[in-house]
């Protein structure tokens, strides 16, 4: 095991044995659930805790804990993260998440923990790791009231165990919230923003190229760009790669007509689009005029985009022959995706550098039969939210496609004078002596809905530092997370004060 050298040790093991070691892909949570609860339990067992666990229809975990001697009357704390994770790579070879364990590594500088040139999954398993350590830790002086350990499914792709949680049958009674899925030690957050998604989609009739004479065929392909998360990152100069090639194949679709094979961009609908693909034909008479056409967009967006995005890659070449969409069906298809915006709309008129409302142009697939794409928006104003999706969906509508509104989700609206926020604050601010940021994020979190199904709980959100997260490059700072479990043995025991 590559992080049995860090501290607290049982923390990283529990990431190691646990998180890291089992498949957890969103709407794929069977293995990881199996393995929380045997793990839990075997543990439990050895080590003579008493835990109670218990799991919903949708597959969420709750694990209760009784207060330790003096601390019954302490209110109960339910902390409360997700079990899935995003799973992206770029490894040319590809990775299989669903068999393969993820191979964590300590930074040569020694501060990071990263992974194999894939997601490391520290979104949500690291804090996780903090939360089932701190309830088998048997340091003497840690106290603590009630404790509960709230695990959900599916938080990156619909907030699915969240939407689902059965607040009775787990047999949930704590008012006070402490979601660990922030990831930026020092921060707490406050609020959040809503969001859902839209897919577009076509149905067509291909044909062969041989239909028509004097085709020649291009692959253009976009990657190397940084990606990330789709809210916390969306407002950095990062690049969308299905937007670019939306670009290059607009600047001659005025000019030629073009026959779409296919065009693939993207995988996960909450990842800004790291890759994206379209292999397409056009009369082999005109090829040179459009290669000048697409030589000069790509000169110009390399311009732009290398200081940003440095290992920007434009590939152009010549390609074997496919099935082919119509010239219309592909018109309409490049319009649409250059039409719709990608990335921050709108700006919050109150606080500063806030995002309020944005787009991310996320999955965009061809098959024989089918062209889909798939969006997802976020808005800590519901009403523009709806407004925005209202927009799109008309824009469809327009161009003949059909236009499926998937359910969104509530934003958490910040309650500044929580009581409970001021009393972690004053904790957070004792313990890392420092400075503590309250803050509303663009992300999406859990709370709100959560929120909703238990009238009167005061919730806050923290956790360690975690960086680049839904991408290959996702790290977790080590110290931070160390910090982050001292404050949590601490806070526990002051909790006492709270009232």
Request: glycine share 6%; net charge negative; proline share 4%.
């Amino acid at each position: 095991m590559a992080l049995t050298s860090l501290e607290p040790k049982l923390v990283w093991q529990i990431f190691e044995e646990v998180f890291n070691s089992t498949p957890r892909e969103s709407k794929k949570e069977g293995k990881i659930r199996k393995k929380i609860v045997q793990w839990v339990s075997e543990r439990a067992k050895i080590e003579g805790v008493n835990l109670q666990i218990t799991e919903d229809a949708i597959g969420n975990i709750l694990i209760k804990k009784s207060a330790t001697s003096g601390m019954e009357n302490v209110p109960a704390l339910l902390m409360q993260g997700h079990m899935d994770m995003v799973c992206e790579t770029d490894k040319p070879e590809g990775f299989d998440f669903d068999t393969m364990p993820i191979t964590a590594q300590i930074q040569s500088n020694g501060e990071w923990v990263e992974a194999d040139h894939t997601t490391l999954g520290a979104d949500n398993g690291i804090a996780l790791s903090i939360a089932l350590a701190f309830m088998f830790d048997k340091n003497p002086d840690i106290e603590h009231g009630p404790l509960e350990l709230l695990i959900t499914v599916d938080e990156e792709t619909g907030l699915t165990g969240a939407f689902n949680l059965d607040v009775e049958a787990l047999g949930i009674t704590s008012k006070l919230l402490m979601n660990i899925d922030s990831e930026d030690l020092g921060a707490i957050t406050i609020g959040s923003a809503g969001g859902g998604d839209m897919i577009f989609r076509k149905n067509i009739e291909k044909f062969q190229s041989e239909e028509i004479q004097g085709l020649k065929f291009f692959e253009l392909k976009i990657a190397g760009l940084f990606g990330g998360h789709s809210g916390v990152d969306i407002a950095l100069p990062r690049a969308n790669a299905n937007k670019l090639v939306a670009r290059c194949m607009s600047a001659i679709i005025d000019y030629f007509n073009v026959y779409i094979a296919l065009w693939n961009g993207g995988s996960k609908r909450n990842a800004i689009t790291r890759e994206s693909k379209v292999v397409f034909a056009i009369s082999e008479d005109q090829s040179d005029k459009m290669e000048q056409l697409l030589n000069n967009e790509k000169e110009a967006i390399l311009k732009y985009y290398l200081p940003h995005e440095p290992k920007l890659v434009i590939n152009f070449k010549e390609s074997d022959p496919f099935s082919l969409l119509s010239n219309s069906d592909s018109s309409d298809l490049i319009h649409l995706v250059n039409l719709i915006p990608s990335g921050p709309l709108q700006f919050s008129p109150s606080i500063h550098g806030l995002v309020e409302t944005s787009n991310n142009l996320a999955v965009i697939s061809t098959t024989e039969s089918e062209v889909s794409i798939q969006i997802s928006a976020r808005s800590s104003v519901d009403a523009d939210l709806i407004a925005f999706r209202r927009t799109m969906a008309q824009l469809g509508y327009l161009l003949n496609w059909q236009v499926d509104i998937q359910k969104s989700y509530p934003g958490w609206n910040p309650e500044p004078n929580n009581p409970f926020l001021k009393f972690v604050t004053q904790n957070y601010q004792e313990i890392l002596n420092k400075e503590i940021v309250v803050e509303a994020i663009h992300a999406g979190l859990e709370c709100g809905v959560i929120g909703a199904k238990i009238p009167g709980i005061q919730m806050v959100s923290l956790g360690p530092t975690v960086e680049n997260p839904h991408t290959p490059e996702e790290r977790v700072n080590i110290e931070s997370v160390a910090l982050l479990y001292k404050f949590l043995i601490l806070f526990c025991r002051d909790l006492k004060n709270f009232s």
